[in-house]
């Protein structure tokens, strides 16, 4: 039998979850993409398309401050700013997608410190 890649699994998780995992106005998705050199979040109001709040290590005024883009501090970080930007757009409840990632590691301390901010999920 085949073996699948780590990537491929990730992937039919992830369509698995967006079968029961939708954002609506009252409620957006908040969307978190994990590579190997940086960390995303996004929060997305999936009836409309749009994006309503993103944040990432990549953003100028975040990658001066921290000592790696890849490390637990940087995901809190960005769970932090994510949480703000949310907040200003007027959003305080949202659904987790981890995109088939384990809630574990980057990926549990964005969200811990996106609850912390303020953001119910």
Do not use: C, W
Request: hydrophobic fraction near 35%; avoid cysteine; charged fraction near 35%.
């Amino acid at each position: 039998m085949p073996r699948i890649s780590k990537d491929a699994g990730r992937r039919k998780r992830h369509e698995r979850l967006r079968r029961k995992v939708t954002g609506s106005g009252e409620r957006p998705r908040l969307l978190v993409r994990r590579t190997l050199h940086h960390i995303y979040a996004t929060v997305v109001d999936d009836a409309k398309g749009h994006t309503l709040a993103a944040a990432s290590t990549r953003e100028k005024d975040v990658a001066p401050g921290l000592e790696s883009p890849t490390n637990i501090a940087a995901a809190q970080t960005i769970g932090r700013r994510i949480a703000e930007k949310a907040k200003q757009a007027g959003i305080t409840r949202v659904v987790f997608d981890r995109s088939g990632l384990k809630y574990h590691g980057r990926v549990k301390a964005l969200a811990d410190a996106a609850r912390e901010a303020g953001l119910e999920f």
